[in-house]
Antibody, heavy 121, light 109 residues
Framework: QPQLQESGPGLVRPSETLSLTCAVS??????????WGWIRQPPGKGLEWIAN???????GYNPSLKSRVIISVDTSKNQFSLKLTSVTAADTAVYYC?????????????WGQGSLVTVSS | QTVVTQEPSLTVSPGGTVTLTCASS?????????PNWFQQKPGQAPRPLIF???SKYSWTPARFSGSLLGGKAALTLSSVQPGDEAEYYC?????????FGGGTKLTVL
């Protein structure tokens, strides 16, 4: 079974860019049956979908975040990444990476443990 | 943008049955919305339970079932156990975007 592990700075200054990487092990990122995505959860609040990408680079973005988000994939390293620009305190959250698989319908079946990112000066 | 609505909280007795629902502001939920359900306990990542309305993962307990009910996606828990106390989130796909519901806090009391 695949394992996903987020990595990146835990503290980002306001107005700067948040960067996270998700390393995928136990399976290839290069399959047409999968998309790879980012979800976030502010402290004490609910889940919010950020963006998805497949190995070909086909993307989908949350309309409310689209202007500030870049998602990318590196098949040679079996990983994908998130950049969120011009961050504010409202972007403080646990960021999860996850896999979408199509087994007769799309499901978010494997998740990373999450990475807390705090936006503060 | 689509708004997905869940009951904020529900309470169920041990051994009982409870149904959580998930409604879309765009209209009746159908298979095209690929309804997903997740369980989250404090300090943990969400745990996938159901995808595509009613399909289960290998780790999903048989007591959990998904369906469409009255134009909404629904998650039914039978023979509820104290360990089922958690936040439950639904997730819908519409017009190229995935949207989570606000979550239902399930209390087993």
């Amino acid at each position: 079974q695949p394992q996903l592990q987020e990595s990146g700075p835990g503290l980002v200054r306001p107005s700067e860019t948040l960067s996270l990487t998700c390393a995928v092990s136990g399976g290839s990122i290069s399959s047409s049956n999968y998309y790879w995505g980012w979800i976030r959860q502010p402290p004490g609040k609910g889940l919010e979908w950020i963006a998805n990408i497949n190995y070909r680079g086909t993307t989908g973005y949350n309309p409310s975040l689209k202007s500030r988000v870049i998602i990318s994939v590196d098949t040679s390293k079996n990983q994908f990444s998130l950049k969120l620009t011009s961050v504010t305190a409202a972007d403080t959250a646990v960021y999860y990476c996850m896999r979408w698989s199509n087994s007769g319908g799309w499901g978010g079946d494997y998740w990373g443990q999450g990475s807390l990112v705090t936006v503060s000066s | 943008q689509t708004v997905v609505t869940q009951e904020p909280s529900l309470t169920v007795s041990p051994g009982g049955t409870v149904t959580l629902t998930c409604a879309s502001s765009t209209g009746a939920v159908t298979s095209d919305y690929y309804p997903n359900w997740f369980q989250q306990k404090p300090g943990q990542a969400p745990r996938p339970l159901i995808f595509s309305i009613s399909s289960k993962y290998s780790w999903t307990p048989a007591r959990f079932s998904g369906s469409l009910l009255g134009g909404k996606a629904a998650l039914t828990l039978s023979s509820v156990q104290p360990g089922d106390e958690a936040e439950y989130y639904c997730l819908l796909y519409h017009s190229g975007a995935w949207v989570f519901g606000g979550g239902t806090k399930l209390t087993v009391l």
